[in-house]
């Protein structure tokens, strides 16, 4: 196995850098000529995505070293069971392209702290500002950069982590600056290099697993995928059985599969946390759904429902992998590895022929680079539009608006990179996947509520927003940390195990609830005392959003497009439930 790439490799990556570079300063350019360089245009694009454009834009985003490292990571250690973050999703991306982009278009609603001044008061929207802006920075940039950085390095033989950081950032700012309409032209390339990247990786890597276990002279995929079946048969299961020894005495297979459980807490997360993180980030993240808010109605909804139809396949590229590594590594066949589950992906890659390896390393790159540049942008736009136009400077011009929705990419850059350098958050001892969505989760449950009563009941109240936001927040952490401690490890409401985990060369015994679990009754709560203080309000706040049923129908050809997905997702859990 070689980590060193080749001549043709790095021909391969830098004509990528090139033709993305060129096709993003020619859609600058035609911009610039076209129309003056207005704040809603910058931030938004506004009527100028076509649907193509905005689905290949919101996968772009989305697959991020997130899913290539850390969910590739989550397949050698869990297997196909981590899958359902993205299958999960494509159903999401269906409720929300039929019910909740109709009510954001309908109110003019251009950013999701905006939605909360409009639906509830801007005590709401500037709290929620604050930790929108805190999580993208100190969360999601972070975590991105450096996990995509590791892998990077890790290609390359190692010792460039903090360079390929330093040109990762300046790619990505490149890109970002040119505002939504360069991201989102730009990510129609950027989706195409990871899908055809990522695709090419699968195939040589299932050739080389029939290579190594079966023997052969010229690989089979489709030998390949069968020998990893046989293999790892645990690694092909949708739904995890529930640990019955929650002891601190576990033997290795026992205390694995109590860790494997935390993080993909079997058919219960499917009642909990599961529908509460997709909803929750494709719904009400402004991340993500600032894609489709300049566009009208049919065009963000076929956007939407292409993005969910893609998401389908997206498995297949970052999780294959990660399994293949486990079959691999089980048998001796990936030298040097070290186990890591985050080094997975980077494993499998050494293994690629030159060119080839050019070409995965591009894919990654572009998942990296494109989700750097989504997320600054959305850090800008929510910046720029919800504190700076209305606390700073409400008289702020258009080109001061611009100025500096760039002035803040380049601070949050600077940010993300010096909690980054040293990897201060601890990113990799706790695994990409797992960190995003564990510490996201920490405010999800209340936004979601917080959003979800907002948009469809209208007696919600300013008052039972505020609580619920803090409430959720506050629940998280006590579900995380205190729940334990206080009502024991095993109760009606959750089951707590406690499992040994090797970090940094200390063994470590952690007791713990599933965080998916945490999530779900951390909502609940939440909804059901948001009910309770609206119910001492007026019977309709004057600031509900009306709601006309129209909305919310599809025309046929969205319809088939709905059944097609729902159609294999079922075909999917059938098979490997």
Not at 500 to 514: C, S, W
């Amino acid at each position: 196995m070689s980590n060193n790439l080749g001549t043709l490799d790095y021909v391969v990556f830098f004509t990528y850098f090139i033709l993305v570079a060129s096709y993003g300063y020619w859609v600058y350019m035609r911009k610039k000529k076209a129309t003056v360089s207005a704040s809603h245009d910058y931030f938004l694009a506004e009527g100028s995505l076509t649907w193509w454009a905005i689905g290949a834009s919101l996968i772009a985003s989305n697959i991020s070293a997130e899913q290539f490292i850390g969910m590739s990571g989550e397949g050698f250690f869990v297997g196909v069971a981590v899958a359902a973050y993205e299958w999960i999703a494509a159903v999401a991306l269906i409720i929300v392209a039929v019910w909740f982009i109709p009510i954001y278009l309908k109110n003019k609603i251009y950013t999701m702290p905006q939605f909360l001044e409009t639906r509830y008061n801007k005590s709401v929207s500037l709290i929620m500002a604050v930790f929108w802006l805190f999580l993208y920075v100190i969360v999601n940039l972070t975590s991105i950069l450096y996990l995509g950085a590791l892998a990077i390095d890790t290609l390359l033989g190692g010792g460039y982590l903090h360079a390929i950081m330093i040109v990762l950032l300046i790619m990505a700012l490149l890109i970002g600056l040119g505002g939504m309409k360069v991201i989102g032209y730009t990510d129609v390339i950027q989706v195409a290099v990871l899908i055809i990247g990522g695709f090419a990786t699968v195939y040589m890597a299932l050739q080389i697993v029939d290579q190594r276990i079966n023997g052969a002279a010229v690989g089979s995929a489709i030998a390949g995928f069968k020998s990893l079946m046989n293999e790892a048969p645990g690694h092909f299961k949708l739904m995890l059985d529930k640990p019955a020894v929650t002891t601190t005495t576990l033997s290795m297979p026992e205390n694995l599969d109590v860790q494997k459980y935390v993080v993909l807490p079997g058919l219960a997360m499917y009642f909990a946390g599961q529908w509460i993180v997709n909803l929750n980030y494709w719904g009400c993240n402004q991340y993500i759904t600032q894609r489709a808010l300049g566009a009208d109605l049919r065009t963000a909804r076929t956007g939407i429902l292409f993005a969910g139809f893609l998401k389908l396949f997206m498995p297949i590229i970052v999780m294959l992998p990660g399994i293949a590594a486990y079959v691999l590594h089980s048998k001796g066949q990936l030298p040097g590895f070290n186990g890591i589950k985050d080094g997975a992906y980077s494993a499998i890659l050494g293994f690629l022929p030159v060119g080839l390896k050019g070409l995965a390393v591009a894919a990654l790159t572009a998942a990296i680079v494109a989700s750097l540049a989504g997320k600054v942008n959305s850090i800008s736009t929510i910046y720029t539009l919800d504190i700076y136009k209305k606390y700073i400077k409400s008289d702020a011009t258009e080109i001061q608006m611009v100025r500096t929705g760039r002035w803040a990419i380049i601070i949050s850059m600077l940010i993300a990179l010096a909690f980054t350098w040293t990897d201060a958050l601890g990113i990799g001892g706790e695994g990409g996947f797992t960190f995003i969505q564990k510490y996201t989760g920490f405010i999800s449950p209340g936004v979601f509520a917080m959003f979800l009563l907002g948009m469809f009941w209208k007696r919600t109240t300013g008052t039972a927003a505020l609580v619920g936001v803090v409430l959720g927040f506050v629940l998280a952490i006590f579900f995380n940390s205190y729940a334990v401690e206080i009502f024991g490890k095993e109760t009606w409401m959750y089951t707590a195990f406690t499992y040994e985990k090797l970090e940094k060369g200390v063994v470590h015994t952690i007791t713990e609830i599933p965080f998916l679990i945490n999530m779900g009754w951390s909502f609940v709560i939440t909804i059901l005392v948001m009910i309770a203080i609206s119910l001492a309000g007026p019977k309709e706040n004057p600031k509900a959003f009306a709601i006309d049923k129209s909305m919310f129908k599809v025309d046929p050809r969205t319809l088939i497009l709905i059944v097609v997905t729902l159609l294999l997702i079922t075909a999917i859990y059938v098979r490997f439930w």
